[in-house]
Nanobody, 124 residues
Framework: QVQLVESGGGLVQPGGSLRLSCAAS????????IGWVRQAPGKEREGILC????????YYADSVKGRFTISRVNAKNTVYLQMNNLKHEDTAVYYC?????????????????WGQGTQVTVSS
């Protein structure tokens, strides 16, 4: 059974940083593409980043380029989302997800398996 669990969210001031974690069970993450998706209140789901099985990164949101990076630690079976220089508009619930394919594709918000999400609030 595929299970993804996000952690690391919280309240941070503008300009601050957070690192989100996506820990997996039931699958070995380095075989699959894993995406990060966020949903802000009243807005549609937005794909932001994906890491492929070969560890290539795909950005789906121009607004996070230069500020967010995605990485994977195979030994921990965990994917990370490092978020720097956070802005008010980054406030959202952040999800990690996968469709058990090896590559990132499409708009980055259409997956079969999802974590429960972790809230990120950027506020002074």
């Amino acid at each position: 059974q595929v299970q993804l669990v996000e952690s690391g969210g919280g309240l941070v001031q503008p300009g601050g940083s957070l690192r989100l974690s996506c820990a997996a069970s039931g699958i070995t993450l380095n075989y699959y593409a894993i995406g990060w998706v966020r949903q802000a209140p009243g807005k549609e789901r937005e794909g932001i980043l994906c890491i492929s099985s070969s560890a290539d990164s795909t950005y789906y949101a121009d607004s996070v380029k230069g500020r967010f990076t995605i990485s994977r630690v195979n030994a921990k079976n965990t994917v990370y989302l490092q978020m720097n220089n956070l802005k008010h508009e980054d406030t959202a619930v952040y999800y990690c997800a996968t469709d058990l394919g090896p590559e990132c594709y499409g708009s980055g918000n259409d997956y079969d398996y999802w974590g429960q999400g972790t809230q990120v609030t950027v506020s002074s």
